[in-house]
């Protein structure tokens, strides 16, 4: 899984006995050929090879298989998003090459430095990654201008340049192969700096742990502080929230570090105190730790409190700080706080003397000192120390030192968010001067005089024993803290980055003959980043080996926080497992987060170390396996040799583990290697060798041998062929039974499909042989694997005797014994037949063979219990059953199922006949369990078959579903109409189809077939066979209400798709049990439909007209023309569900409900299940959910159906419409309630506004019904029943409404005539009762399309002007007030106005006003109309 880089294969050659300790250079001449030398090699063989992101040095001798645990690793433990957008941020004016770049370019190009070692660049750059190079350049060198700081618990990465900070927070994701990763994401970012011209100039992540008990060692929150050029030094939350700001010293903060509690690793070592130390160029602050963890808990809980209520708050303890005045140096540019120390006598007399002479009095004992060490110019390095005592600490209360109330830092922050204070006061605060108090003086005891050189950074290690110093000439010098001096010296690592790894010895590592009360050994690692070479590199300490070189980027930083979790003691961390990270590589390029990981072994000594030279070997053979182009001979004598010269029997172990499970060395090779080295243990001591590694080599070889034997078996030779076994009685007959379904099953499943080249059957490799089984206590064991790797084990053992290949009995009899359990040896005959369905169906000898198999490991001895009598469940079938049903392979495992019953059978018979010497007719448990089974599986096949049926082209659904015994009986009762009625939608059946379907299966008609489509009677025909199977989980009701359930489901996945959810209705009517109708449909309301109407029902409110389609879709999750499709359904399910409530005690509206309810006439139907499947457990079905819905209140349904109708006529005619201001507070209080819940409705007389607008509404529905029916007719458009049926709906509507129906009859008269539609008027007209008010109304009409005629007409006539001169006074006048604009179509023909002046005067009674005008009317229009 680990593999290394072709770029790091340098270091695989090089002895670590010898290669780190070449003072003079004498062998970098051998390591750059042999650089040049395996970079070539990897060139010819095709390049480097690329895995996992995990980076692998074998420069201690370990190879690929093992290098996760023995070498240095670098792996990936995070990742940075979003990076872009923190340099956009923090780089507004960013060029990606600008002069400052083109200027580090040359620089770095004319100071390149490889004095030591070559070079370790990418071989195949020029190739491969030109391009790369390119975008690095361009994006990374950003990063270097920012300060950077990572959270010890790297859950809080801060990046900040001049007053701009970005934070950073982990988040955890799943990634598609099902691991997790942890990346870091913008959480804030924004401006830090409240000073005019302050930058931000250092940061650090302080993680403070939680004060709960039941805490285990996480932190509870971060604290980041930040150091600013001004001399403030202020503390945020991670949200960014301003906490403290103190300015403790007047000149720029230079380094901010940290100190934290740690475990002491000896009884008298002294536990150190916690602080934050804070360097300014002439002086040191240190804040007492736990005065400062009280201060930010204080400050935070203000903060929260403060939000949520602008209340006084009370002031946080005062900070406790000490501050030195460090002198004696000329420049200090970074230091590292130790800790307080305390000399020996001899160590204090000494100094005494040399500080004082020779009479100077000592005393007694030593004072404790708190010792610090700064880098920079003149010395190069200073050591100074603070007696305790000498100085008193200073109390510096937050911010401005308010006495009273924390108003300063705090609330200037945050009064912005908060919003306390106002602009003139915040301007105050700002404008204070803060006092600084003066620092105590400290000298410098002793230096590192070079007045050359100058420190750049120090790097404290976390035993406070050593630290690494860098400097401006390019080197890396280790110092020894307690004696002051340098140990060690690294050249050519300019601008080098620094860390430390400590690592603990492991549990068992040690002599035996060592005490186990000793405390475990550490060791300390110098991590060193140069960014000039692009190289991490990891050095022992203290004169140790380089034991780890990385190549990575060249604009990396390395991230080393030098403290934990801030809050601890040894108290509060007894069980607790704090997890930090000690060393991070932050990669700018890919944003990856890297994590070092340094195996104890690797800081012992080369020459003291027998494993180091074990693990010398074990790099030899590891790159031996890895090698491609070894001849077999070879490699057998390379590994014998490596593995008689390991002296270790762990690493023994090892090495011969990565033989094992290497894929190059072939069988004999493996096996020669395995017997030779079991032959030495066996030749050694018995007392001596390892035991554990003497049972591995024996088991190993006993492995090996089975795998050369049964591939033996398996390879075709001249041997002669066994005799057939007999066949067992009764089996042909089961075949001819099922044979009919097992057809139509293979004829659905010998579609092509899609096969990869890893999934094709192929010899085993005996590397996976090995790894899939293994000896436990002298039995031979297979290791539970999932079922792909069973089947690829169970076919190199099985399937040559399946296919007829192999001598069955030679193998049976080698499998028995190898050792292994006819139990196992049983699971895995089962997993290759019945994952290799296709391939047995293939071979028509397949069930015999299998038969013969079943019946001798049947008489292996253990497989069946000898006390089984036949009247008992035996554990061998009960194995070869549970097998069958828990399989989705169907012909399969019925076929399975068939030949184990008949071999159980002659087992029983034949213990039958031993036991009473009669023929007897056998009745046993096992027998009736098989034919449970056997009845099971032939239902599941025919069920298997249907399913498998190709959906139409284009259609939707999901893919095929398989399915089991198991799942049917674990699905519950209507699983098997649940699968059944996801076909039906895949296939795309409509009610009606369905419904000739189950008419035709119940009146047994014989099929159409010169009618029916290939595909529709294929359906037809499964469907009928399943449902003869299953005549109780597939009756009509059932199938049909899954049926309507699962387009509802289907719908509201796609709500787009409206016929789902008219199917889904359409489908709901045609059950016929009212109960199961009622409950289904109570069920789809509340589920799915009552949320998206009440949603619709707002925004219509809201806006006052039919929505757009923007709006639907943002509120209501559908478009405009969903929205109108599903409003429509929403009324056809509301009426369907009142046809089947109670609704004795209303009144009778045809559209709304039927007159007696159809619940109360039928009784409940009881719930069966067919007579295999009575076990069946799980989830309820839906027509058992449906049977359990409470009753519903009729008139609350009739309530929403009054909405539903009113909303879906708005959206149909585009009508503007608030519908919840229809009805009163009643009226709107009980919309979208429980159906069942008795709410409170309206009653009596509403008011007269309210029906006004009732009314109004009502009208526009008939008028906007009106102008489609007169388009639909123009056009030619033939007009559907549904359309028709809006005058009904909005007649019965206005009885609900208590609208006036006849005014909506006489409106709707007018609209048709004003329409031109004279027919369809006059077929309402006959229902209008006041006529007197309809004939005014009428005639008005009649006078405007006649005023058209003779007035406003184009083509008027001379005899035109005749008849309107020859006209009354009266009739002339009234005509010309006549407006015939507002008629749609004035252009009538005038025997159509005739008919209707006649019908105005039949409905006007003799004395009426406008009686006359009519007759006059009708006059003028006869007399028109009689103009040629």
């Given at each position: 899984m680990c593999m290394c880089h072709a770029k790091l294969t340098a270091q695989q050659h090089i002895d670590t006995s010898a290669a780190y300790s070449d003072p003079l250079g004498s062998k970098k001449i051998l390591n750059t050929l042999t650089n040049f030398t395996d970079r070539l090699i990897n060139t010819i063989r095709g390049g480097s090879r690329t895995g996992r992101r995990v980076y692998v040095v074998e420069s201690a001798g370990f190879g690929s298989g093992s290098a996760r645990n023995m070498s240095c690793c670098l792996l990936d433990f995070g990742r940075v998003q979003e990076l872009r957008q923190v340099r956009d941020f923090l780089f507004p004016k960013h060029n990606n090459a600008g002069p400052e770049e083109e200027k580090t370019r040359a620089e770095n190009e004319l100071t390149w430095d490889d004095s030591d070692w070559g070079s370790w660049e990418n071989p195949d750059g020029k190739e491969n990654g030109a391009q790369a190079e390119e975008e690095e350049q361009q994006s990374a060198p950003w990063l270097q201008d920012c300060v950077l700081s990572l959270s010890p618990c790297s859950d809080l990465l801060v990046i900040a340049r001049d007053h701009k900070a970005t934070f950073l927070s982990a988040k955890w994701r799943t990634e598609e192969s099902g691991q997790e990763e942890m990346t870091l994401t913008v959480t804030w970012s924004g401006t830090l700096s409240a000073e005019e011209g302050e930058c931000i100039s250092s940061v650090i992540c302080i993680p403070l742990s939680s004060q709960k008990r039941s805490s285990t060692g996480r932190p509870d929150w971060t604290c980041v502080v930040v150091g600013f050029s001004s001399g403030y030094v202020r503390f945020y939350t991670?949200?960014?929230?301003?906490?403290?700001?103190?300015?403790?010293?007047?000149?720029?903060?230079?380094?901010l570090k940290c100190r934290t509690f740690e475990i002491p690793r000896h009884p008298g070592v002294t536990e150190q105190h916690e602080e934050l130390s804070i360097l300014y160029p002439a002086a040191l602050v240190t804040i007492d730790g736990f005065s400062l963890f009280q201060s930010?808990?204080?400050?935070?809980n203000q903060v929260a409190r403060a939000a949520a209520a602008g209340s006084d708050v009370i002031q946080p303890?005062?900070?406790?700080?000490?501050?030195?005045?460090?002198?004696?140096?000329?420049?200090?540019?970074?230091?590292?706080?130790?800790?307080?120390?305390?000399?020996?006598?001899?160590?204090?007399?000494k100094n005494a003397s040399l500080l004082g002479g020779f009479h100077v009095s000592v005393k007694g004992s030593p004072p404790a000192m708190s010792q610090y060490i700064t880098v920079g110019g003149g010395p190069y390095t200073g050591f100074f120390y603070a007696i305790e005592g000498s100085s008193q600490p200073l109390l510096s209360h937050v911010a401005l030192a308010v006495a009273s109330k924390l108003t300063?830092?705090?609330?200037?922050?945050?009064?912005?968010?908060?919003?306390?204070?106002?602009k003139n006061e915040e301007e105050t605060v700002q404008k204070q001067k803060p006092k600084v108090e003066p620092a105590t003086s400290l000298p410098v005891r002793f230096g590192l005089p070079d007045s050359r050189r100058h420190g750049e950074s120090i790097c404290l290690s976390p035993c406070n024993t050593m630290a690494g110093v860098t400097d401006d000439f390019g080197r890396v010098t280790l110092l020894d803290v307690a004696r002051g001096i340098a140990i060690r010296m690294w050249k050519g690592y300019r601008d080098a980055q620094l860390g430390w790894v400590q690592v603990s010895e492991a549990r068992g590592e040690r002599d035996l003959a060592t005490s186990p009360s000793m405390p475990r050994r550490h060791a300390q690692f110098l991590v060193i980043y140069a960014p000039r070479r692009g190289i991490l590199e990891v050095w022992g300490t203290q004169h140790g080996p380089r034991v780890g070189a990385f190549t990575v980027g060249k604009h990396c930083r390395l991230l080393y926080a030098g403290h934990r979790l801030m809050g601890v003691n040894s108290v509060t961390s007894q069980g607790w497992q704090i997890h930090t990270q000690q060393v991070c590589l932050f990669d700018p390029v890919s944003g990856a987060l890297r994590a070092i990981t340094i195996p104890f072994h690797l800081a012992l000594s080369d020459k003291k170390s027998e494993r180091a030279k074990d693990m010398h070997l074990l790099r030899r053979l590891t790159t031996l396996l890895r090698s491609k182009e070894v001849e077999p001979a070879l490699l057998e004598s390379e590994a014998q040799s490596v593995l008689l010269d390991i002296k270790h029997p762990a690493i023994k172990k090892q090495a011969l583990e990565s033989l094992l499970s290497n894929k190059n060395p072939p069988v004999s090779c493996l096996t020669n290697v395995t017997r030779s080295l079991l032959a030495s243990l066996k030749e050694q001591d018995p007392e001596a060798v390892d035991k554990s590694l003497l049972q591995f080599c024996s088991s190993q070889l006993r492995l090996l041998q089975l795998y050369t034997d049964v591939q033996l078996l398996h390879t075709p030779d001249t041997s002669p062929t066994e005799p057939e076994h007999p066949s067992f009685s009764g089996i042909k007959e089961d075949l001819a039974r099922v044979d009919p379904v097992l057809q139509r099953y293979t004829e659905m499943n010998s579609r092509p499909c899609v096969s990869f080249a890893q999934d094709s059957s192929g010899p085993l490799p005996v590397r996976t042989f090995l790894s899939q089984l293994e000896w436990v206590n002298g039995e031979l064991r297979v290791i539970k694997q999932p079922d792909t790797d069973w089947t690829q084990l169970g076919s190199f053992l099985f399937w040559g005797c399946l296919s007829g290949q192999s001598p069955l009995q030679r193998v049976c009899e080698t499998l028995q014994e190898s050792g292994i359990s006819p139990q196992q040896l049983l699971s895995l005959l089962l997993s290759v037949w019945l994952n290799k369905e296709k391939d047995v169906l293939k071979y028509p000898d397949a069930v015999s063979h299998l038969g013969t198999l079943l019946s001798t490991l049947s008489s292996i001895k253990g497989a069946v219990d000898e006390s089984w009598d036949g009247q008992s469940v035996s554990p061998w079938w009960q194995q070869v059953r549970t097998a069958c049903v828990q399989s989705e392979s169907s012909a399969?495992?019925?076929?399975?199922?068939l030949v184990a019953h008949r071999v159980a059978k002659n087992a029983i018979t034949r213990l039958a006949e031993s036991k009473f010497q009669e023929e007897w007719e056998c009745v046993s448990l096992e027998l009736e369990q098989w034919v449970v089974c056997i009845k099971q599986l032939e239902d599941v096949l025919a069920l298997q078959t249907l399913l498998c049926l190709p959906s139409p082209q284009g259609s939707t659904?999901?893919?095929?579903?398989?399915?089991s015994v198991k799942m049917l009986l674990e699905s519950g009762r209507g699983g098997v109409a649940d699968c059944v009625s996801k076909l039906i939608f895949r296939q795309g059946v409509s009610p009606d189809l369905l419904r000739d379907i189950l008419q035709r299966r119940g009146e047994n008609e014989p099929m159409q077939q010169q009618l029916q489509q290939g595909e529709e009677k294929k359906l037809e025909e499964l469907l009928e066979c399943v449902c003869q199977r299953f005549p109780n989980s597939l009756s009509p009701d059932v199938l049909i209400a899954h049926c309507s359930w699962e387009n509802m489901v289907q719908?509201?996945?796609?709500?787009?798709?409206?016929?789902?959810?008219?199917?889904?209705?359409?489908?709901?009517?045609?059950?016929?049990?009212p109960h199961i109708q009622f409950g289904v449909s109570v069920m789809m309301w509340q589920t799915f439909i009552v949320k998206r109407f009440s949603a619709a029902a707002f925004l219509m409110e809201k806006v006052g007209k039919a929505p757009k389609d923007r709006l639907c879709r943002r509120d209501v999750g559908m478009g405009d023309a969903a929205l109108r499709s599903f409003l429509g359904s929403s009324v056809q399910l509301l009426q369907a569900l009142m046809e089947v409530s109670s609704s004795s005690i209303l009144p009778f509206f045809p559209f709304f409900s039927r007159a007696d309810s159809a619940v109360e006439k039928v009784s409940a139907p009881d719930v069966r299940v067919d007579e295999v499947w009575g076990g069946a457990e799980g989830s309820v079905s839906i027509v058992e959910l449906a049977l359990d819905q409470r009753s519903v209140h009729y008139p609350l349904v009739q309530h929403h159906c009054v909405l539903a109708s009113l909303l879906h006529a708005a959206m149909t005619f585009s009508l503007r419409l608030k519908p919840l201001s229809l009805f009163d507070s009643k009226g709107k209080n009980a919309f979208f309630r429980d159906l069942s819940s008795i709410q409170l409705l309206p009653s009596g007389d509403m008011d007269h506004s309210l029906v006004a607008v009732r009314q109004e509404f009502l009208m526009n529905v008939l008028t906007g019904w009106v102008q489609v029916l007169a388009e639909s007719e123009e056009n030619g458009v033939k007009h559907s029943s549904t359309e028709d049926m809006w005058p009904s709906v909005c007649m019965e509507l206005s009885s609900v409404l208590q609208v006036n129906t006849d005014i909506l009859r006489r409106h709707l008269v007018c609209e048709l005539y004003n329409q031109g539609l004279d027919l369809r008027a006059e077929e309402v007209m006959m229902e209008v009762q006041d006529k007197d008010v309809l004939s005014s109304q009428l005639l008005v009409l009649t006078g405007q399309r006649l005023a058209f005629s003779l007035l406003h007409s184009h083509l008027q006539t001379k005899p035109n002007m005749e008849l309107l001169a020859r006209l009354?006074?009266?009739?002339?006048?009234?005509?010309?007030?006549?407006?015939?604009?507002?008629?749609r179509c004035p252009s009538v023909p005038l025997s159509q106005s005739s008919r209707l002046i006649n019908k105005v005067i039949e409905m006007l009674p003799e004395n009426h006003g406008q009686y006359s005008l009519a007759l006059n009317l009708l006059e003028a229009v006869d007399s028109l109309h009689e103009e040629p």
């Open positions: 991670e949200s960014g929230v301003l906490l403290l700001a103190q300015l403790l010293h007047e000149d720029p903060v230079l380094q930010l808990r204080a400050c935070r303890p005062p900070l406790t700080y000490k501050k030195w005045g460090l002198q004696d140096m000329d420049k200090i540019t970074d230091h590292s706080s130790i800790g307080i120390t305390t000399l020996s006598v001899f160590d204090q007399m300063s830092a705090l609330f200037s922050a945050a009064s912005g968010w908060l919003g306390w204070k106002s399969a495992a019925l076929l399975a199922a659904g999901g893919a095929v579903t398989r399915c719908w509201n996945k796609d709500p787009e798709v409206g016929q789902y959810l008219e199917w889904s209705v359409e489908f709901l009517k045609m059950i016929s049990n009354p006074p009266t009739l002339c006048t009234w005509l010309k007030a006549m407006d015939p604009s507002e008629l």
